[in-house]
């Protein structure tokens, strides 16, 4: 697992374009907390991150696919499977040495974005007087939201037979368990309690409690299951693909 | 040091690729599989390699049965693959490097070192795998493949694109490290198999055949000015007819090609042309016939 995980990590800061991607990614975000008008937090007068913890689910529906799109479709393309999987290395140990040097890159992302974090701390009217609790949950909430990317990403990696195809698939399984039971939860043909189940069934709405602070025991159960699943699945077609 | 395959079969969805794979390799010697394209020899090593399922079938290593798939065999396998899939951006010392980690050995960097030296690439450790030429590419392959000290060592094509002196080198490499090892190999060159292998198997139609040269003996095709009489030449050694001027004589004693002359002088014929068959190569065509 090691040797993957140094390698995968290894290869991505050689390759200029990915670390440039990750930089691309990073001042799409801040331009749309501080520069562009409808959504600048300066426009916007308080000192608190809802707008950043809103528009990163956005990045990473685009930022993680881009990441794990490349895992396991390459390896089995050129042909690297067979020398790797030669070696005393399980599918599980593939897996996780990839998605762990994925999380480390996605880690390195939320650190370089406390920069917004501490730019509001100081511009709040009494310097530090922020919602710290609500912050913290939230990017708890985006961490755990980038864990669930991460397994529907390697998912969708393990069963492509090209990178173009995982990256498509990976983003659409991602934006339909973000977004798409809540929208369906808002149309008026539902009856009976379908809106409040389907809304279970919808990242955003888990997010949306997060971010107030609070944190319930079914969205970590829900963020847990999708978890679980994804990875299960995606390393059981690792194997499969192997015999 | 031993393995052995017995019965070993493997079908893809109604395709049988392999129907009753038996082979046996033992340690201070070379063992070839050979075959036409897809006869199913690359299968066969990556069953041997746990990368693919057999359907059916026993793999057995020392007279006890493996499980292919278990980290403890994996660590006993050296694996050059086919088409030599190397990470070409990463530089010679880095991939053997990970090779290590992958085979998690202690203190790689002796071992690299030595294996660096033991393949030739000396001069070329610190190059880009991509600027390599494929000789020195199919040197990193065999270096990865044997860096882990494998017992057994499987090395599918081995010598495929390597100019002569290369495979000169590369053979005699091959010929050392089956002194402490089985090694199993396949390669399309039949010449080169002759040399250095000690047992041949035939694959055909899913099935091996072990090729034996009818106990060493070497035959000699031998064209003559005119249509010889098989009675001449009986007397040397097992012969045929290949078409009217031409002769295959089996060489069963040590002056048989003297023989042959003195038999062609006393019958007043004349030979016009005399060459070694290759009975290797005769007998891979005819068993895919």
Redesign the interface.
């Known amino acids: 697992m090691n040797a993957v995980y140094f390698h995968t990590i290894s290869s991505f800061f050689r390759s200029p374009f990915k670390v440039l991607s990750v930089a691309l990614f990073i001042l799409i975000l801040n331009l749309f907390l501080w520069v562009i008008p409808s959504s600048s937090i300066l426009d916007f007068g308080f000192a608190d991150l809802s707008l950043f913890f809103s528009t990163v689910p956005f990045i990473f529906l685009i930022f993680i696919p881009s990441l794990f799109m490349n895992f396991v479709v390459e390896d089995f393309e050129n042909g690297m499977s067979d020398w790797l999987f030669s070696k005393p290395l399980t599918p599980l140990n593939y897996w996780l040495g990839h998605v762990l040097s994925g999380l480390t890159i996605i880690f390195l992302f939320l650190i370089l974005s406390l920069s917004s974090y501490f730019s509001i701390y100081f511009l709040a009217s009494n310097i530090g007087e922020i919602d710290h609790l609500q912050i913290i949950s939230s990017y708890f909430g985006i961490w755990v939201l980038a864990l669930v990317f991460t397994a529907i990403s390697t998912f969708a990696s393990s069963i492509s037979k090209n990178q173009s195809g995982a990256f498509l698939l990976s983003v659409l399984l991602c934006y339909f368990f973000l977004a798409i039971p809540s929208f369906i939860s808002e149309l008026p043909i539902l009856v009976g309690n379908a809106d409040y189940i389907l809304k279970y069934f919808s990242l955003d709405s888990h997010l949306e409690i997060l971010s107030r602070g609070i944190v319930e025991m079914k969205s970590l159960i829900y963020f847990a299951t999708l978890i679980v699943l994804f990875s299960f699945f995606a390393i059981r077609n690792i194997e499969k693909r192997l015999r | 040091m031993s393995l052995s395959l017995s019965h070993i079969s493997k079908s893809y969805d109604s395709q049988k690729i392999l129907d009753g794979v038996d082979l046996s390799a033992k340690k201070g010697e070379v063992t070839a599989l050979i075959g036409k394209n897809g006869a199913g020899k690359t299968t066969t090593f990556?069953i041997i390699?746990?990368?693919?399922?057999q359907g059916s079938g026993e793999l057995k290593w020392n007279d006890e049965v493996v499980d292919v798939h278990s980290?403890k065999w994996?660590?006993k396998?050296g694996?050059l693959?086919e088409?030599n899939?190397?990470?070409s951006?990463l530089f010679v010392k880095e991939f053997l490097s990970?090779?290590c980690?992958?085979?998690?050995i202690p203190s790689s960097n002796k071992r690299i070192s030595e294996t660096i030296i033991e393949v030739g690439l000396e001069n070329h450790q610190r190059k880009q795998i991509k600027y390599l030429s494929k000789g020195f590419k199919q040197r990193i392959g065999l270096a990865?493949a044997i860096i882990h000290n494998p017992q057994l060592l499987i090395l599918d094509e081995p010598t495929s694109g390597l100019d002569p002196s290369q495979l000169i080198e590369i053979r005699s490499l091959i010929k050392n490290l089956s002194k402490d090892r089985v090694v199993i190999l396949s390669s399309h060159i039949l010449s080169e198999i002759e040399q250095i292998c000690n047992n041949i198997y035939i694959l055909k139609e899913g099935r091996t055949v072990k090729y034996s040269d009818e106990n060493g003996h070497e035959a000699m095709r031998i064209i003559f000015n005119r249509p010889p009489k098989i009675s001449w030449f009986n007397s040397i050694g097992r012969t045929e007819i290949i078409n009217n001027h031409e002769l295959s004589i089996c060489l069963e004693t040590k002056n048989s090609k003297e023989k042959i002359f003195d038999a062609a002088v006393a019958n007043g014929i004349k030979i016009i042309e005399m060459r070694m068959e290759n009975n290797l190569e005769n007998a891979f065509v005819n068993s895919q016939e």
């Open positions: 990556k390699c746990g990368l693919i399922s980290m994996k660590k396998i694996y693959a088409h899939p190397l990470y951006n990970l090779s980690d992958l085979n998690r990865q």
